[in-house]
């Protein structure tokens, strides 16, 4: 099984950037699709960003497309996500997730999954 540590969250004002990093254990990192999710509180896990096996598809949602970009290292076993133009709304703690299937993330339906623990992003007006 894969584990999964997120970092590099923090405050930063409106406008601003971030790159949060998806850290994973195992020689099979390689094999998962991964994914990004974000819930504020009181709120629903929403999906944010997913990038296939070998980094040659992604998706996004629509309210991040255009300032948010996902990649990953598989030699370093790590998936970064790229935050830009920061809005209030995007605050939110950010998780990552590993799954075989990349569709599946992209739908919220993981099932061969791993989370991490998530890393908090604030962004203030």
């Known amino acids: 099984q894969v584990q999964l540590v997120e970092s590099g969250g923090g405050l930063v004002q409106a406008g601003g950037s971030l790159r949060l990093s998806c850290a994973a254990s195992?020689?099979?990192?390689?094999?998962?699709?991964i994914g990004w999710f974000r819930q504020a509180p009181g709120k629903e896990r929403d999906f944010v960003a997913a990038?296939?096996?070998?980094?040659?598809?992604?998706s996004y949602a629509d309210s991040v497309k255009g300032r948010f970009a996902i990649s990953r290292d598989n030699a370093k076993n790590t998936v970064y996500l790229h935050m830009n133009s920061l809005k209030p709304e995007d605050t939110a703690l950010y998780y990552c997730?590993?799954?075989?299937?990349?569709?599946?993330?992209?739908?919220?339906?993981?099932?061969?999954?791993?989370w991490g623990q998530g890393t908090q992003v604030t962004v203030s007006s």
């Open positions: 990038i296939s096996r070998l980094g040659v598809t992604s």
């Open positions: 195992g020689r099979t990192f390689s094999s998962y699709a």
């Open positions: 997730a590993a799954d075989l299937v990349l569709g599946r993330i992209v739908a919220g339906t993981l099932t061969n999954d791993f």
